[in-house]
């Protein structure tokens, strides 16, 4: 580290000033707030230790706004609830001294987004390399269903990147702001991006019958067919749906382009879109899962590691490939392949070791991980956390009401 963290107080986000840095940087910026590099101070043994991590800072919570304030609850309650090596880890949940807007101390990824990635590599990665990060992302999201939570928000935005010495950056999936477990109500809302999502919650954008929104939907197919969309657009470089049967680009904002949308979800016209571009004349016929682009790879460890390239082949049509993108992107939820369908699938287990493959069956099943989930807070700590907050958004209410009551007193003076 070139220089110390600074701290010292006051705080210029509000944070404990005894414990985390100044910011760095900032990480992220969206409606929700931001995300700042920090440092946590901690104290060990050997002397004090600086911890880089990724605070997530929302925007103020307005009086009145109980639905804001209940996903925020959601959220907390889901991620804190997962450890494992693929999912963004939680540390803690606390109000920042400014505007009592709520923070989450997250786990930093020191490499960014797979959206950047895929940016930087000319829009696709070799298949090697795809497969490297979709075993990632199944395993990661198979052990989030495991423990009974959805995500409904996967895209490339969402995957960070941690390299922590590797030769290649491992996986995390990150961002529960949409999640939903089996201890909340089954899902039934539209959320997440339109072009990541699952026909079936898409089908309430371009209802005419105005009934979309009570029908229920399995949130363990939705992340099924949004982990799809992205092994897809890692292969192609593009998106399996966003164009027209002639190739003109669909514009959300008109319904029957909507509704084309739709109509290549239904019709699995995304064989017919994958960019003719970036394809290789037809290799001679193979058995198994079809190695396809792994000469990009080598094994280390027990693990596939893809190796940089400067320049991409072009894209051989590997059946295995078509065939597990048929499963996952079946049109019918009821049809369509679950995650440890997938982690059976000859494509994703080419290349691992039978045990390693075992490992991850089990491990990505498991109703919980083999130890307890690490926090520095209990879950009767979290909650009083938001039942302060709440506390304090019912006083706000009531002195604005107050303020109101005020003021009709007194125009009825004159």
């Known amino acids: 580290m070139a220089e110390l963290p600074r701290f010292s107080a006051p705080h210029p986000l509000g944070l404990p000033a005894n414990r985390y840095s100044h910011p760095v940087r900032v990480l992220g910026k969206g409606a929700f707030g931001e995300v700042y590099l920090c440092f946590i101070r901690k104290e060990h043994p050997n002397g004090v230790q600086y911890e880089p991590v990724a605070v997530k800072i929302y925007q103020p919570i307005q009086p009145g706004n109980e639905r804001m304030l209940e996903m925020l609850r959601r959220e907390v309650e889901c991620q804190g609830s997962l450890h494992h090596p693929h999912v963004i880890s939680l540390r803690e949940v606390g109000i920042t001294g400014v505007a009592d807007r709520i923070y989450l101390n997250l786990e930093f990824a020191d490499s960014g987004t797979l959206k950047q990635l895929l940016a930087a590599r000319g829009g696709r990665l070799t298949e090697g390399e795809a497969r490297w990060y979709t075993q ?14 959805f995500n409904r928000d996967i895209k490339p935005d969402n995957l960070l990147l941690h390299r922590g010495g590797l030769t290649w950056p491992l996986l995390k999936v990150s961002d529960f702001g949409l999640c939903k477990s089996t201890g909340h109500s089954a899902p039934h809302s539209l959320v997440g991006s339109l072009h990541y999502m699952a026909p079936e919650v898409i089908i309430r954008v371009v209802s005419s019958s105005g009934n979309g929104d009570n029908e229920k939907y399995d949130g363990r197919k939705v992340d099924v067919f949004s982990c799809g969309i992205v092994l897809y657009q890692m292969i192609f470089g593009a998106l399996p749906f966003n164009r027209a049967p002639d190739g003109r680009p669909l514009e959300y904002k008109y319904r029957e382009d909507r509704e084309t949308f739709l109509d290549n979800m239904r019709l699995d016209r995304w064989t017919q879109l994958i960019p003719r571009s970036v394809l290789a004349p037809p290799p001679a016929p193979a058995g198994g899962g079809g190695g396809g682009q792994d000469e990009a790879l080598q094994k280390q460890g027990g693990q596939q590691q893809p ?108």
């Not at 990632?136 to 939570?149: I, K, N, R, S």
């Not at 019918?332 to 045990?355: I, K, N, S």
């Not at 807070?377 to 604005?400: H, M, P, V």
Request: hydrophobic fraction near 40%; glycine fraction near 6%; charge should be negative.
């Open 136 to 149: 990632q992302l199944v395993y990661g999201m198979a052990y989030c269903h495991a423990q009974g939570v």
């Open 307 to 414: 190796q940089q390239q400067q320049q991409l082949p072009p894209v051989h049509l590997n059946p295995a490939l078509i065939d597990l993108l048929s499963g996952m992107l079946r049109y019918d939820a009821a049809q369509r392949m679950t995650l440890r369908d997938v982690m059976m699938h000859p494509w994703y287990c080419y290349g691992l070791p039978a045990e390693y493959h075992a490992m991850l069956l089990k491990a990505g099943t498991e109703a919980r991980p083999a130890g307890e989930v690490r926090r520095s807070q209990t879950k009767e700590e979290i909650a009083e956390i938001f039942a302060r907050l709440s506390r304090r958004l019912g006083s706000q209410n009531a002195a604005a009401a107050a303020a109101v009551c005020s003021d009709d007193d007194d125009a009825e003076a004159y």
